[in-house]
Each structure stands twice: as C-alpha cells, then as structure tokens.
C-alpha cells in the first residue's frame, strides 16, 4: 500500500456496491456518453474545441472527432462552428447540445438513484 505524505491509510475492507455508466448508442456506436457531455459543457464555457480540449488534457484532434460524430448522428448538430478571422474561430454548442446535456445529466441522476436503493438489498 502506497506511503501518504499524511501517515499511514486505516485498513478497511471495501465494502460492495454499485457504480454504473450511462452510454448512448446510435448508429456509429458511442453517440453521447459522460466524456462527451463534460466535453459539451467545456465548449460552453471556453467558446473553442481547442481550449475545451486542453482543459480536459485532450488532444484537440480527439475533441474534434468526438464533436464530429455527435454531430453526424444527432437530427441536429450539437455544435456549431465558426471559421477563423480577425478574433479567431469558435464553436457554440447549439440548444440541441444543451438539450442532450440536461437529458443526459437527469438519466445519470436518475441510474445513480437505481444503483443507491439496489445497493441496499447488499445490506442485510
């Protein structure tokens, strides 16, 4: 067991439970799953794939491609781009993309709510 700079860990026994994941699937495999909503939510709040990419420690082509197939598989695109110029290009995440987010995040809530009353049935 790793030393801490805090003195030694307690031992304690893990105790069992449940961890879940939500992916969605679409015809191209992975449509929206959690690194991709978290990448959305960056887009919002840096204005580029660029700067969202770096705050996720990803490669910008990565981010790239993950928008790219959000947006080839959902009926609207999740983000929209604008070319460089003057101030630079940009991407905004479109009310499609904000939509997928808040779906997202409630289906997420809503696993990890099942997992918490199914784990109670582990504590007889």
Request: without cysteine; positive net charge.
């Amino acid at each position: 067991m790793p030393k801490s700079d805090h003195g030694p860990r307690p031992m304690s026994k893990p105790r069992p439970g449940f961890r879940g994941r939500v992916w969605i699937d679409g015809p191209e495999g992975t449509f929206i799953g959690h690194g991709r909503v978290v990448l959305l939510e960056r887009i919002i709040e840096h204005g580029s794939i660029s700067k969202a990419a770096k705050s996720m420690k990803m490669a910008y082509r990565h981010a790239w491609d993950l928008v790219d197939s959000m947006n080839r598989q959902a009926k609207q695109p999740f983000v929209e781009l604008a070319t460089g110029g003057k101030g630079g290009g940009g991407a905004v995440v479109t009310k499609a993309g904000e939509k997928a987010i808040k779906v997202f995040w409630q289906f997420h809530h809503d696993l990890q709510d099942f997992l918490k009353k199914e784990e109670k049935k582990l504590r007889l």
